[in-house]
């Protein structure tokens, strides 16, 4: 089976700290996902990665950024905590498509409740 | 662009009841949709997908979805609903193409009544 691990399951952190949520997927996946997800809003798609050293910006990259330094780790960063990014972090990883029309479910980790204070 | 709606954002049934959680989708061209569920202090969960294979896709605990184009629907039904389903269910389409990228719905917190 798939695993997700991401390194913290609950955090708290002062405004303006710099803060960093880890993610580690041991299935060999290409892409990674961070989601953050708020009540009434669902999951929203901060930033992914295709590859190493790529990334792509999602729906909401404001105030974050990201690191894939390595296949299997993907860093989410807020640079400047503040108290609108308490949240659940989501992080995700899948497999490529196996042809250009295919498409892969994703795996999540069991998430990184933040409280920003 | 790709959309996915939920409609009703709670659902109750007793236990034994039909599950119906309903899911629209937008997408301008052929779509992939997914079912996944969250159980409480949990990520989600892929319970199945469709890609275009067959219209009716089972998945895991006995549920299963139906495609209809003509409605851009795609329904999660479970004939018989059992406590242990009482969780947050998110529908959710991604595209040919692209990155993988996928836009989740809002969800959908399913109560199950004894």
């Known amino acids: 089976d798939v695993k997700v691990t991401q390194s913290s399951r609950y955090l708290v952190k002062r405004t303006g700290e710099k803060v960093f949520l880890e993610c580690v997927q041991d299935?060999?996946?290409?892409?990674m996902f961070w989601y953050r997800q708020d009540p009434g809003l669902g999951l929203r798609l901060i930033y992914f990665?295709?590859?190493?050293?790529?990334?792509e910006k999602g729906d909401i990259p404001e105030g974050y950024s990201v690191s894939r330094e390595k296949k299997e780790r993907f860093s989410l960063i807020l640079e400047s905590a503040s108290t609108n990014q308490t949240s659940m972090y989501l992080c995700?990883?899948?497999?490529?498509?196996?042809?250009?029309?295919?498409?892969?479910?994703?795996?999540f980790g069991d998430g990184t409740r933040l409280s920003i204070l | 662009a790709q959309s996915v709606t939920q409609l009703g954002s709670h659902v109750s049934v007793s236990e034994g009841a039909l599950v119906l959680l309903r899911c629209n989708y937008s997408?301008?061209?052929?779509?992939?949709l997914f079912w996944y569920v969250q159980y409480p202090n949990q990520g989600l969960q892929l319970l199945l997908k469709?890609?275009?294979?067959?219209?009716l896709v089972k998945g895991i605990n006995g549920f299963e979805a139906e495609f209809k184009k003509s409605e851009t629907s795609f329904h999660l039904t479970k004939p018989s609903a059992h406590m242990s389903d009482a969780a947050e269910y998110f529908c959710?389409?991604?595209?040919?193409?692209?990155?993988?990228?996928?836009?989740f719905g809002i969800g959908t917190k399913l109560q199950v009544i004894p």
């Open positions: 997408s301008s061209v052929p779509p992939y």
């Open positions: 990665s295709y590859d190493v050293k790529m990334k």
């Open positions: 299935m060999d996946h290409e892409n």
């Open positions: 995700a990883s899948s497999a490529p498509g196996q042809t250009f029309y295919s498409n892969q479910p994703q795996h």
């Open positions: 469709y890609t275009s294979a067959a219209t």
């Open positions: 959710a389409v991604s595209f040919s193409g692209g990155y993988q990228k996928v836009t």
